[in-house]
């Protein structure tokens, strides 16, 4: 049987004392993000590499903490199942903090973002508002609260006699743009960021109407692990406090969405 020398048997029971603890992962290991990368212009692929607001923001969290930020392509219907499983540290990808969510995982917030109604330019459906989709065909990504927020104000409108919103969900944020491009839908409903950036890059698309119901946008992190929680907490608020997720948030046309700090 091999034995410890005092060096080393005090090397372990510190290291077995912060495990305990748990304390946080020493410098220079890695965040592993999950994030949906298909909903511009907070992550996205251009080429092979991920980019966007959220992944320089997780950039900046990670090398805040000392480590390096991994990134995860996650279906961001199965992405709050993938944290709970391990298969990563936090989830970084434009995701309301809300109610029901937090009664499965914790949130650090560090975006205040609207939704908004996208359509064909020209606008012959007449979308103006979310009264105005009656009767009318919206795409909208699966497992999002854009999607839940719909499904409600169909109800409510059903409820006073009125044609329901054909709600028609897609597995990714792009595949909705594109229902709508090609006229398989009146109207998109995203977060408006998202919508802002779609319009940029494609003169087909318009707004319609102004933006509705903000929502914080957190990164999300198990309830069980109030170390990685506590240590992306202080990367959020030293990194408001020095400019540079307003900076972030600048370069991708974002500035409107920051937190009131």
């Not at 937090?102 to 459906?125: A, C, E």
């Not at 854009?146 to 409510?156: A, G, M, R």
């Not at 990685?228 to 030293?238: L, R």
Request: hydrophobic content about 40%; proline content about 5%; glycine content about 8%.
């Amino acid at each position: 049987m091999r034995h410890l020398t005092p060096l080393l048997l005090l090397v372990a029971v510190v290291a077995l004392s912060a495990a305990a603890a748990g304390q946080a992962r020493p410098a220079g290991g890695t965040l592993t993000f999950c994030s949906d990368i298909t909903y511009p212009p907070e992550e996205f692929y251009q080429g092979t590499k991920p980019a966007g607001s959220d992944i320089d923001i997780g950039n900046a969290v990670a090398k805040r903490l000392g480590m390096k930020a991994v990134f995860q392509n996650t279906g961001f219907d199965g992405i709050i199942a993938a944290l709970l499983a391990k298969k990563c540290d936090a989830v970084i990808s434009g995701m309301n903090d809300t109610a029901d969510r937090r009664k499965q995982v914790s949130f650090i917030d560090y975006l205040n973002v609207g939704q908004s109604l996208m359509v064909q330019k020209g606008n012959t459906k007449h979308v103006s508002s979310l009264a105005s989709l009656s009767g009318k065909s919206v795409s909208v990504e699966v497992g999002t609260t854009n999607k839940t927020f719909l499904d409600q104000e169909s109800k409510k409108l059903k409820s006073e006699g009125k044609p329901t919103i054909q709600v028609q969900a897609f597995p990714h944020d792009t595949d909705a743009a594109a229902a709508l491009k090609t006229g398989r839908v009146d109207a998109y409903f995203g977060d408006s960021p998202v919508v802002a950036y779609y319009i940029q890059k494609d003169s087909s698309f318009a707004f319609a109407g102004s933006p509705v119901n903000p929502i914080p946008v957190g990164i999300a992190v198990r309830k069980n692990d109030p170390t990685t929680k506590a240590g992306i907490q202080k990367a959020i608020t030293a990194l408001y406090a020095n400019g540079t997720i307003k900076r972030i948030l600048a370069k991708w046309h974002m500035a409107a969405f920051a937190l009131k700090k």
